[in-house]
């Protein structure tokens, strides 16, 4: 009796100890450290619905980000811009044979690239593979409408925000790096759902 009763308590107890959420919660797991970003499935479905597979499939394991957008005469602490990662400098052959995800601009979702947010990069076409971003700092102008965005003006679909681990991102914007590139790009060691 004693024992299904501990049983009946550590069953409870586990239960209660697991989170919930309205919204997906995923991981990014690099060497810098641990990001935790919700995705926002309701507002941008066809997005999120991708990165969510690209997980499953395990497509994101030893990814890195390799791109950054900051202003070198500022400091980590004030930094703006972004990190770019994914497996385009992992696995190139694989990333090219990415079917393409269809567009969901902020104009549609009411989403907007403030600080935390993630968003997939574009390719020539105007739909992204597999590329994402994580915005350091508001940088609206990627939300459409301005011409430095890109040329239809629709801007880059945003579908996340890191909810914890912006320390981590601005360690990782905070690499060396020649232009854009960071010179020993962070790997992403996996992506989950929590």
Known sequence: MKKL???????ITV???????????IVIYTDFGKIEAELYPKKAPKTVTAFLSYIDKGLYNNGNFYRVM????????????FIQ??????????????????????????LSHTSGALSFARVNNGEATTEFF?????????DGGEPSANNDGLGYAVFGKVVKGM???????????????IIYPAVIHKITKL
């Open 5 to 11: 009763l501990f049983f009946c308590l550590l069953l």
């Open 15 to 25: 239960s209660c100890s697991t989170k919930k959420y309205d919204n997906p919660h």
């Open 70 to 81: 900051k202003d070198e005469t500022l400091s980590e602490e004030y930094n703006s811009g």
């Open 85 to 110: 990662g994914g497996i385009i400098k992992s696995n190139p052959t694989l990333q090219k044979t990415m079917a393409g995800i269809e567009m969901e601009s902020p104009k549609n979702t009411g």
């Open 134 to 142: 994580i915005c350091i700092g508001d940088q609206k102008q990627l």
């Open 167 to 181: 320390k981590v991102v601005r360690k990782i914007q905070n690499s060396k790096s020649n232009g854009d590139a």
